[in-house]
């Protein structure tokens, strides 16, 4: 029988291990310098060399004629440790000896002196199978073991392994093999294999990269799956029998189906998928490779010089390179995210192809979407400015009307009533700008975040109030939750009144606390230059905001269906819009 791939070019020396030089470096200073630790631990993706790396040093600890720090490969001892039957190098599998009872008995034996070696190595695979009272039998063992004992612990699930296993051992990290370090190996040994052809000779990288990307970093999987291939083709690989074979989804299908969406060619993208279904494929790993695809698209299109982010032929670059001169990267990000979001919908249904379908038509026809900032300066092109030759003078700025005016002698004003409202309080200024131009100062609206005062306030008075509560939002909003809920009512020149109306007699409690009390006049005085005495009373007459704008709308029967389309209809704005984006009025919702 033909010996396996994957064991006939399994790595014997330090050398041949790849992709792992990191670790490899470790052990071979660790081997020289005699400080090999008497537990250590290999964690890492299937197929990435944990077993075969502690083979080797079992091998460099062991060799009866070492060269350096590399084993002979040649001697009893090396010979012994390749076949799997030296008496000193114990492998096991905790998947079949993970009770307290073989543990107890390699305790046992990890006490007597080695038979032929310098060390007694046990090689434990899948350790994070062991149960629970199997590591603790282990650890008084491992924690202090005799000093020619040895324990490596290989496995693929390293947070399945207790922290108390895990403090008494040196941790080692195998990273997945890249993709371009397996399909150079797997060039060198279909070199060696000289009874194979390939139908295409153009097409051996093509076949490599296909049997390294389905690997994903695991060379034993990708050595599985040339022996497979060797056996299926009968001695002549052809392209596309090995994407057959694997299951794989070829890369000029993803590049059509790309395209499709790019290009808004909504019967190609039915086909094509029709197509993957047709062949057997899964829509969920079409959909995966479509993802795949995207993402090297769009790191074509952030970096188009680093091709080494994409681990791709040279081939499939230059296509992509092509394609991406074509789109953007706005367009790429987009369609990935109707992709990500079929992906999510696709794990809670049977109906994975219609659900891929519907987000693949969305993707092609979001990618017709117009910018609103483009379709803004199409609708109302602003015309180029006049420019004037004289320079004009710079006008100053308007000083914000003050709060609290300063006067020796401030207006008198009569006091509000708290149970009625019905005069009006006199105006804060003075009688000159009485007489001559009142500023035209609004009242408090809810844009400024105020609410409208009772008839006693004055317009000055709100508006000053107004720019206040805007001061106070950003730095305390707990304290400007309450004030929003007040107004003020009164002010003679030292006292500044406040109502609240009385659902909302909490707020009051909240700012008649001294902290709150003392804030608020600290802040009035930053912003105003004047310190106050605050009032706070409780009125039952003020009607909130909110109960205002509700009795309105209830007063105000609201348009019917009809008369809203007939309004949008008419409107020009929204016929320019709809010249440009074609479609059609869905719904209207007259409360909106």
Same mark, same amino acid.
């Given at each position: ?21 990191? $670790? ?21 993706? =299937? ?19 070492? @060269? ?29 000896? =993970? ?81 371009? $370090? ?54 002549? &690989? ?52 479509? &993802? ?181 939002? @950003? ?42 009390? @003392? ?64 479609? =059609? ?8």
């Amino acid at each position: 029988m033909t010996q396996a791939l994957y064991r006939k070019w399994r790595p014997r020396t330090w050398e041949q291990v790849f992709g792992q030089e990191h $670790i490899i470096q470790t052990l071979r200073n660790a081997v020289a310098s005699d400080r090999v630790a008497h537990a250590l631990l290999f964690a890492g993706p =299937r197929g990435t060399g944990k077993t075969t790396t502690a083979r080797i040093l079992a091998k460099a600890l062991n060799c009866e004629h070492p @060269n350096g720090v590399e084993p002979c490969n040649a001697c009893d001892a090396c010979q012994a440790i390749t076949r799997g039957n030296h008496p000193d190098v114990l492998e096991i599998d905790a998947a079949s000896n =993970r009770g307290v009872d073989e543990m107890d008995e390699l305790r046992n034996i990890a006490r007597f002196s080695p038979s032929q070696g310098k060390y007694k190595i046990y090689i434990i695979d899948e350790c994070h199978m062991l149960s629970k009272f199997a590591n603790n039998s282990l650890l008084k063992t491992l924690e202090e073991p005799p000093s020619f004992t040895c324990f490596i612990f290989a496995t693929t699930a390293l947070h399945e392994i207790l922290p108390t296993i895990l403090s008494r051992c040196q941790r080692f990290q195998f990273r997945r093999i890249p993709t371009p $370090i397996i399909v150079k190996h797997l060039k060198k040994i279909f070199s060696g294999q000289t009874s194979v052809n390939i139908a295409d000779p153009g097409e051996l990288d093509r076949i490599l990269y296909q049997i390294a990307r389905t690997a994903e970093g695991g060379l034993r999987d990708a050595l599985v799956s040339l022996d497979q291939l060797l056996a299926y083709c009968s001695g002549k &690989l052809i392209l596309s029998e090995v994407e057959e074979l694997l299951g794989v989804i070829e890369f000029d299908l993803l590049a059509r189906f790309a395209h499709s969406v790019l290009r808004h060619e909504l019967a190609e993208i039915l086909q094509i998928i029709d197509q993957v279904v047709n062949r057997g494929r899964e829509i969920s790993w079409f959909l995966k490779e479509c &993802l795949h695809f995207l993402r090297n698209l769009a790191v074509i299109l952030v970096s188009a010089d680093d091709t080494q982010l994409l681990d791709l032929p040279e081939e499939y670059c230059k296509q992509l390179q092509k394609m991406a001169e074509e789109t953007s990267l706005e367009q790429v990000l987009y369609i990935t995210d109707m992709l990500w979001e079929a992906e999510r919908r696709m794990r809670f249904t049977s109906e994975s192809r219609l659900i891929f379908e519907m987000a693949a038509i969305k993707a092609a026809k979001a990618s017709q979407a117009v910018k609103i900032k483009d379709l803004l300066a199409k609708l109302s092109p602003s015309p180029a400015p006049i420019r004037s030759s004289e320079p004009t003078p710079p006008q100053p700025a308007s000083p914000s009307p003050p709060l609290f005016p300063e006067a020796t002698n401030p207006p008198a004003l009569p006091k509000s009533s708290k149970k009625t409202n019905d005069k009006p309080a006199e105006s804060i200024l003075p009688p000159a700008a009485e007489t001559e131009n009142p500023p035209q100062v609004s009242a408090i609206s809810a844009d400024q975040g105020g609410k409208k005062p009772p008839s006693g306030g004055t317009d000055l008075l709100s508006t000053c109030w107004n720019q206040l509560l805007r001061e106070i939002d @950003n730095s305390y909003p707990f304290l400007a939750a309450a004030l929003h809920h007040s107004f003020p009512t009164e002010f003679d020149g030292d006292t500044l009144r406040i109502a609240i109306p009385s659902q909302f007699a909490y707020y009051r409690r909240t700012l008649e606390q001294t902290r709150n009390r @003392n804030t608020l006049i600290r802040l009035i005085k930053e912003s105003f230059g004047k310190a106050l005495r605050l009032e706070f009373e409780t009125r039952e007459d003020l009607l909130p905001e909110a109960e205002e704008k509700t009795s309105e709308v209830e007063k105000t029967p609201l348009p019917s269906t009809r008369d809203l389309l007939a309004l949008v209809q008419e409107d020009k704005t929204f016929c320019k819009i709809q010249d440009e984006l074609p479609g =059609r009025i869905i719904q209207i919702h007259p409360g909106t």
